[in-house]
C-alpha cells in the first residue's frame, strides 16, 4: 500500500539553528501539505503546495518556514531559526485532487531546546 | 475561515458499547469531511469521509451522518473494540480552499 514517509522521525536542535523536515509523497499525488501538532492540541495547517508553488498557507507560515519539491519526488520544509514555540510534530500529506482523501505521514517530532 | 468544534475531548465505553463523536462547523461552503484516527506515535489515518451531497455513509462498524442545514457532522461507532482506542479528529474543508480545518479531538478509550 502506497504511504507517505517522512524523516527523520525525531529531530532535536539548539533554538536559532535551521532545520530541513523531509517528505517522500505519494508517487501519483498532486497535491503536499505540511501540518504541526503542538502536544495534546489539534493538527493545524501550515501550507499547501501544488504545480510547484505554495497554493495557500496559514498565518503560523511565517517569513522563517519554507517549503520546496527540489527533485520532484522530495517535498521538504524548512525552518530557518527555529523557536522554542516550534517544538511540535510536524506531518507532511499528500492527496490526488484538493477534496479528497489526505495520506498523513507518521510525522517528524522536531524538539527545540 | 472555517472553524470546526468537535465534541467530546474525552470519551470512554465499555467495549460492545457505541461511541457517538460531534463536529460543527462555520462555513456552509465546505463540502469535504474526513474522520481521522491517530493512534499514539502515529499519523492520522483517514477512516471514513462524507461528502456534502450525501446525508450518510456506513463502512461496517462505522458510519457518518450530516447535517447541512445545522453544519454538524458526527461520528458513529457501534460494537466498538479496544482496537478502536485512538485520538478522532474530524475535518472540513470547502471546496475552493486547500486546507483541512481540524476539530480539537476525541481521545476514546474501550474498556475491555
Known amino acids: 500500500e502506497p504511504e507517505v514517509t517522512q524523516t527523520p522521525s525525531h529531530q532535536v536542535t539548539q533554538m536559532g539553528q535551521e532545520v530541513i523536515l523531509r517528505c517522500v509523497p505519494i508517487?501519483?499525488?498532486?497535491?503536499f501539505y505540511w501540518y504541526r501538532q503542538i502536544l495534546g492540541q489539534k493538527v493545524e495547517f501550515l501550507v499547501s503546495f501544488y504545480n510547484n508553488e505554495i497554493s495557500e498557507k496559514s498565518e503560523i507560515f511565517d517569513d522563517q518556514f519554507s517549503v520546496e519539491r527540489p527533485d520532484g519526488s522530495n517535498f521538504t520544509l524548512k525552518i530557518r531559526s527555529t523557536k522554542l514555540e516550534d517544538s511540535a510534530m510536524y506531518f507532511c500529506?499528500?492527496?490526488?485532487?484538493?477534496?479528497?482523501?489526505?495520506?498523513f505521514g507518521q510525522g517528524t517530532r522536531l524538539t527545540v531546546v | 475561515g472555517e472553524n470546526v468544534e468537535q465534541h467530546p475531548s474525552t470519551l470512554s465505553v465499555q467495549e460492545g458499547d457505541s461511541a457517538v463523536i460531534k463536529c460543527t462547523y462555520s462555513?456552509?461552503?465546505?463540502?469535504?469531511f474526513p474522520w481521522y484516527k491517530q493512534e499514539l506515535g502515529k499519523g492520522p489515518q483517514l477512516i471514513i469521509d462524507i461528502r456534502s451531497n450525501v446525508g450518510e455513509k456506513k463502512d461496517q462498524r462505522i458510519a457518518v451522518t450530516l447535517n447541512k442545514t445545522a453544519k454538524h457532522f458526527s461520528l458513529h461507532i457501534t460494537e466498538t473494540q479496544p482496537e478502536d482506542s485512538a485520538v478522532y479528529f474530524c475535518a472540513a474543508i470547502e471546496n475552493t480552499g486547500n486546507q483541512f480545518y481540524f476539530g480539537t479531538g476525541t481521545s476514546l478509550t474501550v474498556i475491555p
Open positions: 508517487s501519483n499525488h498532486l497535491y
Open positions: 500529506a499528500s492527496s490526488v485532487i484538493r477534496e479528497a482523501e489526505a495520506f
Open positions: 462555513d456552509s461552503a465546505s463540502n469535504y
